[in-house]
């Protein structure tokens, strides 16, 4: 299994990103998605959550500014970023909590996407 995240870039403080992240491969089903974040000298920390029924979770920091979904046929999730502000950069990090074909339980994480604003 595998999961390819895009849509982080560089965009100015009251801009608005997409990320997505599809999960390819061995898939049965896949359980919650969701996003998690790292900014430079701090943990990682998470940001979304959406499990396969559509019920969501959000850090207090992100409520209200920041929308997660996700679209079952395609294993994907996104996370659509609105008002960003500078303490949203990070490196994004995408997850799925994956039932494999062989009926294992994993979770899988993609590579990362720099999300960099600007003040």
């Known amino acids: 299994v595998q999961q390819q995240a895009s849509g982080g870039g560089l965009v100015q403080a009251g801009g608005s990103l997409r990320l997505s992240c599809a999960a390819s491969?061995?898939?049965?089903?896949?359980?919650?998605m969701g996003w998690y974040r790292q900014a430079p000298g701090k943990q990682r920390e998470l940001v979304a959550a959406?499990?396969?029924?559509?019920?969501?979770n959000y850090a207090d920091s992100v409520k209200g500014r920041f929308t997660i979904s996700r679209d079952n046929a395609k294993n994907t999730v996104y996370l659509q970023m609105n008002s960003l502000k500078p303490e949203d950069t990070a490196v994004y990090y995408c997850?799925?909590?994956?039932?494999?074909?062989?009926?294992?339980?994993?979770?899988?994480w993609g590579q990362g996407t720099q999300v960099t604003v600007s003040s």
């Open positions: 959406i499990t396969s029924g559509g019920s969501t």
């Open positions: 491969g061995s898939i049965f089903s896949i359980n919650a």
């Open positions: 997850y799925a909590d994956v039932v494999t074909t062989t009926l294992y339980e994993y979770d899988y």
